[in-house]
């Protein structure tokens, strides 16, 4: 199975800050990458696909980049909607993997 | 509008078969592969079963596989999750996605808002 690891695990940032999370896969998943964002209680979103394809309707204050193994999302200038827990999905092989979540609280 | 409703759900004790289901509208439901996923209170997100989008294709996460089975109606446009010989350990929101093609190698596109599965006695 792939392992996928997100670090930080929690971070907590001030509105209008730049935050950067990464992902790391335990072996090579092309751009197969996908990121979620989650409010307590609510279902995951869909932020980005295919490492950095913004999902319709998502604003491009998000973006991600990163192939192979390593990855990153970033929020350009966080606001007061994003703070949630956020978490990378590969999608290369099964069974599909998800990282442990980052979540990402006002400072 | 793509909506996923889950339903089925609700306190359940070991050893027990519920079956969860996912009415789907606001899209071509015979035309997209479909999954659960599942998160436990308070922790992270655990893929547990794929059907392609003819149901002639399914794939199971090894925690599951032999126990949960997986199954869609596209004259319903439903999907259902049989579960059987339940665990404590498979307490968790049971959330029905949809992929973004009708192929496995996709990412999830749409989320339902989770039906709560608890196992106890």
């Known amino acids: 199975d792939i392992q996928m690891t997100q670090s930080p695990s929690s971070l907590s940032a001030s509105v209008g800050d730049r935050v950067t999370i990464t992902c790391r896969a335990s072996q090579g998943i092309n751009n197969y990458l996908a990121w979620f964002q989650q409010k307590p209680g609510k279902a995951p979103k869909s932020l980005i696909y295919a490492a950095s394809s913004l999902q319709s309707g998502v604003p491009s204050k998000f973006s991600g980049s990163g192939s192979g193994t390593d990855f990153t999302l970033t929020i350009s200038s966080l606001q007061p909607e994003d703070f949630a827990t956020y978490y990378c999905?590969?999608?290369?092989?099964?069974?599909?993997?998800f990282g442990g979540g980052t979540k990402v609280e006002i400072k | 509008e793509v909506q996923l409703l889950e339903s089925g759900g609700g306190l359940v004790q070991p050893g027990g078969s519920p079956r969860l289901s996912c009415a789907a509208s606001g899209f071509t439901f015979s035309s997209y592969a479909m999954s659960w996923v599942r998160q436990a209170p308070g922790k992270g997100l655990e893929w547990v079963s794929g059907?392609?989008?003819?149901?002639?294709?399914?794939n199971y996460a090894d925690s599951v596989k032999g126990r949960f089975t997986i199954s869609r109606d596209n004259s319903k446009n439903t999907l259902y999750l049989q579960m059987n010989s339940l665990r404590v350990e498979d307490t968790a929101i049971y959330y029905c996605a949809k992929y973004r093609s009708s192929g496995w190698y996709s990412d999830f596109d749409f989320w339902g808002q989770g039906t709560l599965v608890t196992v106890s006695s």
């Open positions: 059907i392609s989008n003819s149901g002639g294709g399914t």
């Open positions: 999905q590969q999608y290369n092989s099964y069974p599909l993997t």
